[in-house]
């Protein structure tokens, strides 16, 4: 069966420090992955998908980036932390036929605090 | 732009009682999505609509999809306090290569003895 990863779970950073965040899928070939944030009691925005090693697109302007270094590894990076890049990050993935009978499987999450 | 709005945003309800929640979207698509989120953890898939007058059924939840209205329902039937959570729809936008989901804002439900 398929799964899901995240790490870390909990991070807390100072502003203007680097961020990475990795998620990885296991169980299954040429993922589409997805990032996304949720800000407290808020709904999800998504910030990056991938359809394919080295394939990035950018849904929001920010300063945040992904990269797909591995077929089924995705990560969320920043050179420089905002107060507003807080939140929780939720890695996803689906099929690479997309979105179908299967919904979107989403990670555990990482929480992010800036201080 | 795809939007998706759901109401209430709120819900509190006794034990027993039942409710909808009503999902709206603005522009046409065939698949839906409902999804559950416990307090600080990560969302749990809970029905997948891929058609007109899709019906699914788990437990005390029903969902349900009219594409021509551009609407889906998640009604709750005789509510009990293990169904407290967030509850957020999600709809494919047929944008891009692959098409992404656009999330509701979620409603919270809270659920009384």
């Known amino acids: 069966s398929q799964t899901i990863h995240q790490w870390p779970a909990t991070l807390v950073q100072p502003v203007g420090s680097p961020l990475s965040l990795e998620c990885t899928v296991e169980?299954?070939?040429?993922?589409?992955l997805y990032w996304y944030r949720q800000a407290a009691g808020r709904g999800l925005q998504l910030l990056f998908y991938?359809?394919?090693?080295?394939?990035i697109s950018s849904e929001v302007p920010q300063n945040l980036s992904a990269s797909r270094p591995q077929d089924r590894q995705f990560i969320l990076s920043s050179k420089k932390l905002l107060l507003s890049d807080s939140g929780f990050y939720l890695c996803?993935?689906?099929?690479?036929?997309?979105?179908?009978?299967?919904?979107?499987?989403f990670g555990d999450g990482t929480r992010l605090s800036i201080l | 732009e795809l939007k998706v709005e759901q109401n209430p945003l709120f819900l509190s309800m006794q034990e027993g009682k039942n409710y909808t929640i009503y999902c709206n979207y603005s522009?046409?698509?065939?698949?839906l999505y409902w999804y559950r989120q416990d307090p600080g953890k990560s969302l749990e898939s809970l029905f997948v609509?891929?058609?007109?007058?899709a019906v699914k059924q788990e437990g005390r939840l029903m969902a349900s999809l009219d594409t021509k209205a551009r609407l889906s329902t998640l009604h709750i039937t005789a509510a009990v306090h293990d169904l407290s959570a967030t509850y957020f729809c999600?709809?494919?936008?047929?944008?891009?290569?692959?098409?992404?989901?656009?999330f509701g804002k979620g409603t919270k439900l809270s659920v009384k003895p």
């Open positions: 996803a993935w689906t099929p690479r036929t997309g979105l179908g009978s299967q919904p979107q499987h």
């Open positions: 169980g299954t070939s040429n993922p589409n």
């Open positions: 991938s359809v394919g090693i080295g394939q």
């Open positions: 522009t046409t698509s065939d698949r």
């Open positions: 609509l891929l058609s007109n007058g």
């Open positions: 999600a709809v494919v936008s047929l944008g891009g290569s692959q098409g992404n989901l656009i």
